[in-house]
């Protein structure tokens, strides 16, 4: 396995013992500490992995090096930490998670004080005091000072349930198959689920990041889940990334519906009762297109990455938004993909509408998404987006959208190539009706990229 430190917009990531070291975590928290300034305060929380407390530690170590403060929220979900980071007023936040990725990975993600996600400006500045070891440490007797607030995933699990109705959905009596991975998860969501008044079944469900099975929400990852809902007879499936700010859904037959249902059916109960804008990324499904339409509201399409994602929401006031990998992000409660509130919309949606999940679904256009990658270097890809895009003008049906890579959308399908922002790779997707016409769209635009990047 290849082992390098990552070092992007969505903060640094790498193996444990490895890239990513005690070292590497007290260097970044005295980056972030040095930009934030002496005196101000950052909330840090962790998920479950056995390698966060010892990292959460180091960071800590290097934020207090630097004369700031520091608020210890423990284990807790990344929307969980990101909404106590407002809530406590602090200067900035940090996340010691991987995500979805495998057990041993590890990394820090930075925070604003709105909870989001750092700017890509602010996260190069970071990326660049740490490359240059610049840090304003303080003398001793100035060094920040460390509390503890146990009070986050309580805190996120009353906010999201703020913004639902709990009755509604507890009248319903639903039983709930949740897999937590063992994740951050685990400990915040029974109490949501006890709110709703369901049922719940519970599996991975303690907070030791011993995965039980690789943590990303995907199909091959959750055949325990689907095997589970359907023998319980359960109403629903739900599956969470280890720092459950994504979820995918499984139906009452035990059929996972795919991660790119979550925002579709969660954004078709918001505009069920309220009427806005929404904002989601490049290469997330259309079929946010179908239900933003259904309900007459206009979808902004942003560049791919969660900050802008939120970016593009607070730019065009946006009531709802999110990312198609599972991550919904409701700005009433905190500005990051949070799956606690695509749990109680999802079946607040069901209980309102007396329909099972199945039927949810089938009411929603299937389309079929094919993605795939191609080596290309940081100068080639402008150069394959000119190339493409001069061979999709011929049409007169064609838009495109060049914020993040090209997008080209056609009438009843779309195609996207964008440069990766941590690998030398293009990736490739397109969705459509039938899998003929997403895979002629991959196949055409590879061809124009081959093309490319073989004269480069
Ligand atoms: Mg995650």
Same mark, same amino acid.
Do not use: H
């Given at each position: 396995m290849e082992d390098r430190l990552i070092v992007s917009v969505s903060g640094v990531r790498g193996i444990v013992g490895g890239s990513l070291t005690p070292q590497v975590a007290r260097e970044f928290g005295r980056a972030f500490g040095t930009m934030l300034g002496a005196g101000k305060t950052v909330a840090i929380g962790r998920d479950t992995r056995p390698s966060g407390p010892e990292l959460q530690g180091a960071v800590t170590a290097g934020l207090l090096d630097t004369g700031v403060n520091v608020v210890d929220l423990a284990v807790a979900s990344t929307p969980a930490i990101a909404l106590m980071t407002r809530l406590l007023a602090a200067d900035g936040g940090v996340v010691v998670t991987a995500s979805h990725n495998p057990g041993e990975y590890n990394g820090i993600k930075f925070l604003q004080p709105t909870g989001t996600g750092l700017t890509a !400006?602010?996260? @190069?500045?970071?990326?660049?005091?740490?490359?240059?070891?610049?840090?304003? /440490?303080?003398e001793q007797d100035q060094r920040g000072r460390k509390s503890q607030d146990a009070g986050a995933g309580a805190r996120h699990v009353e906010t999201v349930a703020k913004c639902c109705d709990a009755s509604a959905v507890a009248a319903a009596r639903f039983k709930v198959v949740l897999d937590s991975v063992n994740g951050a998860g685990s400990l915040e969501t029974p109490m949501l689920l006890e709110r709703l008044g369901c049922e719940l079944v519970h599996l991975n469900c303690e907070p030791t990041g011993d995965f039980a099975h690789p943590p990303e929400p995907v199909a091959e990852n959750l055949a325990e889940l689907c095997e589970v809902v359907k023998g319980q007879g359960a109403a629903v499936g739900f599956a969470q990334d280890a720092d459950a700010d994504r979820l995918a859904i499984v139906d009452e037959n035990g059929v996972f519906i795919g991660e790119e249902y979550t925002l579709a059916l969660a954004t078709a109960f918001v505009l069920s009762k309220r009427r %806005?804008?929404?904002? /989601?990324?490049?290469? /997330? @499904?259309r079929m946010i297109d179908d239900v933003a339409e259904a309900a007459g509201c206009e979808v902004i399409r942003t560049p791919t990455g969660e900050a802008n994602v939120v970016e593009g929401m607070l730019a065009h006031e946006c009531i709802f938004g999110g990312e198609g990998g599972g991550g919904v992000i409701e700005p009433r409660v905190v500005l990051v993909r949070d799956s606690l509130v695509a749990i109680a919309y999802v079946l607040q949606y069901m209980a309102e509408t007396g329909r099972a999940m199945s039927? &949810?679904?089938? =009411?929603? #256009? =299937?389309?079929?998404?094919?993605? /795939?990658?191609? #080596?290309? %270097? !940081? %100068?080639?890809?402008?150069?394959?987006?000119?190339?493409? =895009?001069?061979?999709?003008?011929t049409r007169e049906d064609a838009a495109f959208n060049e914020t993040d890579g090209l997008r080209v959308a056609l009438p009843d399908a779309w195609v996207c190539a964008r440069a990766s922002n941590t690998e030398p790779i293009m990736r490739?997707?397109?969705?459509? %009706? @039938? =899998?003929?016409?997403?895979?002629? &769209?991959v196949k055409k635009v590879r061809e124009i990229a081959e093309a490319v990047t073989a004269e480069d």
């Open positions: !400006a602010d996260a @190069s500045k970071l990326k660049g005091v740490w490359q240059a070891r610049r840090f304003a /440490t303080v %806005g804008k929404v904002a /989601t990324n490049m290469v /997330t @499904s039927e &949810l679904v089938a =009411r929603i #256009p =299937r389309y079929v998404m094919i993605k /795939t990658k191609i #080596p290309c %270097g !940081a %100068g080639a890809a402008e150069k394959v987006a000119v190339a493409v =895009r001069k061979v999709f003008e490739i997707i397109a969705e459509a %009706g @039938s =899998r003929d016409v997403a895979e002629a &769209l």
